[in-house]
């Protein structure tokens, strides 16, 4: 099973500051392999990347992914007031396909 | 506009079966471009897989659930189920039915049903 960790587990930022996940593997794994998702509290979680560069529907491109093997990163250029919220990357490469334990980008 | 919709018990006895149904509206369960999923969430932790299905029966499921867990389609009610059987507290989360893409990816998710696991 490949797990992944995200870090850090909270950031806290000002609305216009850019802000850097990180998703790292257990094994490697190909980055088209990989998405990312956003979930406010109260609500499912929503898709916002998936592959190597895919944004969802209606996903502003402040939002962009990079990294190769077991290191993978979501960027967001300029946080947005609605960009706060958790954020989970999950691997569908192989099977059972998991997901991080989330960081939590709140306002500071 | 693609909804899903979880059903079923909120509270499940220790030892007892789950049993949810995802209502799927504004598209069709039986699409050759879909499979179906079930991921889950515990109060305040992260997300698990529990197992996608085909409308066919094509079934796959989290091998740490897979001597529990069943999921079965209704292609005539345009819904599909998941079963978890002999349920302890760590069973306890938010149950969510997902739309799984070719791709793998969750586009769509149910609002999510909390199912709590307690005598």
């Known amino acids: 099973e490949i797990v992944l960790t995200q870090s850090p587990g909270t950031l806290s930022l000002s609305p216009g500051e850019r802000v850097t996940l990180s998703c790292r593997a257990s094994?490697?794994?190909?980055?088209?392999?990989l998405a990312w998702y956003q979930q406010k509290p109260g609500q499912a979680p929503s898709l916002i990347i998936y592959?190597?560069?895919g944004r969802a529907t209606g996903i502003p491109d402040r939002f962009s992914v990079s990294g190769s093997g077991t290191d993978f990163t979501l960027t967001i250029s300029r946080l947005e007031p609605e960009d706060f919220a958790v954020y989970y990357c999950q691997q569908f490469g192989s099977s059972p396909r998991t997901f991080g334990q989330g960081t939590k980008v709140e306002i500071k | 506009q693609l909804q899903l919709q979880e059903s079923g018990p909120g509270l499940v006895k220790p030892s007892e079966t789950l049993s949810l149904t995802c209502s799927v509206s504004g598209g069709s369960i039986t699409s050759a471009y879909y499979y179906w999923g079930w991921i889950r969430q515990p109060p305040g932790k992260g997300l698990d897989w529990i197992g996608d299905?085909?409308?066919?029966?094509?079934?796959y499921y989290n091998p740490s659930l897979k001597s529990r867990v069943s999921m079965a389609v209704d292609t005539s009610n345009n819904q599909f189920s998941l079963k978890l059987t002999s349920v302890t507290a760590a069973d306890t989360a938010v149950y969510y039915c997902?739309?799984?893409?070719?791709?793998?990816?969750?586009?769509?998710w149910g609002q999510g049903t909390l199912v709590t696991v307690s005598s």
């Open positions: 592959g190597a560069s």
């Open positions: 997902a739309r799984r893409t070719s791709g793998s990816t969750y586009d769509y």
């Open positions: 299905m085909f409308y066919s029966g094509i079934t």
């Open positions: 094994q490697t794994f190909s980055s088209k392999y």
